[in-house]
């Protein structure tokens, strides 16, 4: 690395990359110490060499603790790999297993790098709290008697406003809708019709209005199909 990197300050981001990427990471012996290593054209001495003594430095230091934060992390050692944000200069991705979540952020710009709300976005499934809906006794918008989709629109800032640095709503990232579509009966689940809403809980229209304003608010909504 010592020889091949022009820009040495990102020598360190090298091993935080080494360190946090899927894989078993190898230290080539000297390299620790940022020690160059030259190929000649007629033999690999320069590129191999010999060292009388350790040469213990910061970056030294600095990748001991790295291979600690490694070996401490399950996320870093079994995780799945995901990327977040690929820049010419910055690199951001996540490791993540079932006991943790890590984010590996890589900076080799000359300047501080911020990523926006949406960039570290990366919630999926199985780390969302779901709030389970039955529309037709959530909330009445009409005053006919009955829940519609409306009513959940009303109410989305109880289950989640949108602001993290609230704390008046529940927080809940997830909406799981009990069935929505056509049917004879009050609970929906003997469905007539998979592509349309049973006019009591309103139209097509208040359903993309529903999802606009949750997907406005980071939750993700499903519905369950009997």
Same mark, same amino acid.
């Given at each position: 690395?010592?020889?091949?990197?022009?820009?040495?300050? @990102?020598?360190?981001?090298?091993?935080?990359?080494?360190?946090?990427?899927?894989?078993?990471?190898?230290?080539?012996?000297?390299?620790?110490?940022?020690?160059?290593?030259?190929?000649?054209?007629?033999?690999?001495?320069?590129?191999?060499?010999?060292?009388?003594?350790?040469?213990?430095?910061?970056?030294?230091?600095?990748?001991?603790?790295?291979?600690?934060?490694?070996?401490?992390?399950?996320?870093?050692?079994?995780?799945?790999?995901?990327?977040?944000?690929?820049?010419? @200069?910055?690199?951001?991705?996540?490791?993540?297993?079932?006991?943790?979540?890590?984010?590996?952020?890589?900076?080799?710009?000359?300047?501080?790098?911020?990523?926006?709300?949406?960039?570290?976005?990366?919630?999926?499934?199985?780390?969302?709290?779901?709030?389970?809906?039955?529309?037709?006794?959530?909330?009445?918008?009409?005053?006919?008697?009955?829940?519609?989709?409306?009513?959940?629109?009303?109410?989305?800032?109880?289950?989640?406003?949108?602001?993290?640095?609230?704390?008046?709503?529940?927080?809940?990232?997830?909406?799981?809708?009990?069935?929505?579509?056509?049917?004879?009966?009050? @609970?929906?689940?003997?469905?007539?019709?998979?592509?349309? /809403?049973?006019?009591?809980?309103?139209?097509?229209?208040?359903?993309?209005?529903?999802?606009?304003?949750? @997907?406005?608010?980071?939750?993700?909504?499903? /519905?369950?199909?009997?």
């Amino acid at each position: 690395l010592s020889s091949i990197l022009t820009n040495k300050k @990102h020598i360190p981001l090298a091993y935080g990359l080494l360190m946090g990427m899927p894989g078993i990471p190898c230290l080539y012996y000297g390299s620790e110490w940022a020690e160059p290593g030259e190929k000649a054209p007629d033999n690999d001495y320069a590129l191999r060499p010999c060292f009388e003594e350790p040469k213990p430095n910061e970056l030294t230091e600095f990748i001991k603790k790295l291979i600690r934060v490694r070996q401490g992390s399950d996320a870093l050692c079994n995780g799945a790999y995901k990327n977040v944000v690929i820049q010419n @200069h910055q690199l951001l991705f996540e490791r993540c297993s079932e006991k943790e979540r890590v984010i590996v952020a890589i900076n080799a710009a000359d300047y501080a790098y911020t990523a926006n709300a949406g960039e570290l976005n990366i919630i999926d499934d199985k780390y969302r709290t779901y709030y389970e809906v039955f529309l037709y006794s959530f909330y009445d918008s009409d005053g006919d008697g009955i829940g519609d989709i409306q009513g959940l629109i009303d109410k989305l800032d109880y289950i989640n406003d949108g602001d993290d640095s609230t704390d008046t709503d529940l927080g809940c990232n997830g909406i799981w809708l009990m069935p929505i579509m056509p049917s004879p009966t009050y @609970h929906k689940y003997d469905i007539s019709d998979y592509e349309n /809403i049973d006019e009591q809980y309103g139209t097509i229209d208040d359903f993309k209005q529903l999802i606009e304003a949750c @997907h406005k608010r980071g939750i993700r909504v499903i /519905i369950d199909f009997p």
